[in-house]
């Protein structure tokens, strides 16, 4: 009997595995070390009803009984199986093999079963089981990855069309400029969220099932007749992973480093996002909206802080620094392998923790904001200069060559205030036609097509 030492929840080094543990809880089930067991144990078990199954020639033919047993003890696996392979690998010293001796432990208990012994694990190295047990994995996290970009591209193409009418000053290098909506600027980040997912989307999981250098030998050896490469195709097929035919004895990681700049261009757009809804609130241009028990500061009550932005944009952070040394490690290995990646496979899961409770932040801040539409408006008001970009287009358009000039003369470095705009537009020599299009132009109703962009 194994005794557990049981850790508080406070005692964890990562807060991912205490005071965030609850809120990305799918994400650290999928890369927790007990998934990785039970994904090597299902593949071991695999593998051999497959070889029993796809070459009776070769391999004795298991009985209907006996398949039966052995799904059953698959099916079964549970946090006490994952108990029982830690302590065969605490003897053994190694990951792999525990689970292969846990599996033949189990069938020497039948005597039927236990004819079939030599068959675990056969053929592979620790590698192969490992490559495609982190593509299983992987795939699964990404999955999980997308399920919550949709949730947040759900809200944000929620808020762009709400928003879609609602003006706003945009600012370029800080300063006024042309003004925009809440909608459109929200699109924006919708769009690009999109076209990453699309990215990632098209990213192929891969693994190899081909032994200790990637050419065979050991199926070779057994029976050159045998398409080996087609044959252990089909095998990681079947578990909706793409075989990677030319390696060393790892599968190289290369999709993996994909995936992984591919989220932290995702993750760098929703920083930028975070950072822009922050400054909007420091500018009052969006109030939060408050919870009754929260807490914003310990010594000024009145505090009501943007928490839930700098939350995710500190996350988003960790999870790149992660992220980004993945790809460049994981890329890299000595001749035809070093165990380096293996300790950094161990740890790939925090990049997608880091993540998945960023977005976790962001959405639940999302809820949280409602548009100051009278801080909108006044601040589009107190500039009227945002608009000297039309009168210039106009006078352009009727063929006044120093439009630029009039109107830097009249407006750099300066404001321009509602009655000053109104006097230098009707003194202008241009079209009655024009002069009225730009006399019933306000600020806030300067906006272009992004009502209809908010929409797209």
Not at 118 to 129: A, K, R, V, W
Not at 156 to 162: G, R, T
Not at 290 to 317: A, Y
């Amino acid at each position: 009997m194994v005794k557990l030492h049981m850790k508080k929840s406070h005692d964890n080094i990562s807060p991912l595995d205490s005071r965030y543990a609850s809120k990305i809880e799918d994400t650290r089930t999928i890369f927790s070390e007990a998934n990785l067991i039970k994904v090597r144990f299902d593949l071991e078990i695999d593998w051999l009803l497959f070889l029993c199954k796809k070459l009776p020639s070769n391999f004795p033919t298991l009985s209907e009984t006996s398949v039966n047993k052995i799904l059953k003890f698959k099916k079964n696996f549970d946090d006490k199986s994952v108990v029982a392979v830690k302590k065969i690998e605490s003897k053994t010293n190694h990951d792999v093999k525990a689970v292969e001796y846990y599996i033949r432990d189990y069938f020497l208990t039948d005597k039927i079963l236990a004819k079939y012994i030599h068959l675990i694990h056969f053929g592979l190295t620790s590698e192969d089981l490992n490559s495609l047990s982190y593509a299983v994995i992987l795939k699964a996290g990404i999955n999980e990855h997308l399920n919550n970009l949709k949730s947040l591209q759900s809200v944000l193409s929620k808020k762009s069309k709400q928003w879609s009418s609602i003006p706003l000053l945009a600012r370029t290098h800080g300063q006024p400029a042309s003004p925009s909506t809440l909608g459109k600027e929200f699109k924006v980040f919708y769009s690009r969220i999109n076209r990453q997912i699309n990215q990632i989307k098209a990213i192929k999981p891969m693994a190899k099932w081909s032994g200790a250098t990637g050419n065979f030998h050991t199926f070779n050896i057994v029976d050159a007749s045998i398409d080996w490469p087609k044959f252990c195709g089909n095998f990681i097929k079947q578990c909706g992973i793409e075989q990677n035919l030319l390696t060393t004895q790892i599968e190289p990681h290369d999709w993996i480093a994909e995936t992984c700049h591919n989220m932290s261009r995702i993750n760098n757009i929703l920083i930028d996002l975070n950072q822009d809804i922050w400054m909007y609130i420091t500018n009052d241009l969006f109030k939060l909206k408050l919870l009754k028990d929260e807490v914003g500061s310990s010594t000024m009550p009145h505090k009501v802080n943007p928490i839930d932005f700098e939350n995710s944009e500190g996350n988003l952070g960790i999870a790149n620094s992660l992220l980004e040394f993945f790809a460049n490690k994981l890329q890299k290995s000595r001749m035809q392998r070093d165990l380096s990646d293996s300790t950094v496979l161990r740890n790939v899961g925090l990049g997608f923790g880091y993540s998945a409770l960023a977005i976790s932040s962001l959405n639940k801040g999302l809820g949280k904001l409602s548009p100051n539409k009278e801080k909108l408006l006044s601040e589009l008001d107190q500039n009227w200069e945002v608009l000297t970009e039309a009168v210039q287009t106009v006078m352009r358009y009727e063929g006044i060559p120093d439009a630029y000039e009039q109107l830097k003369e009249l407006s750099r470095g300066s404001s321009i205030q509602k009655n000053d705009y109104i006097k230098f537009i009707k003194n202008l020599d241009i079209t009655s036609e024009s002069k009225d299009k730009l006399l019933i132009l306000t600020p806030a109703l300067y906006i272009g097509l992004a009502k209809s962009l908010s929409k797209l």
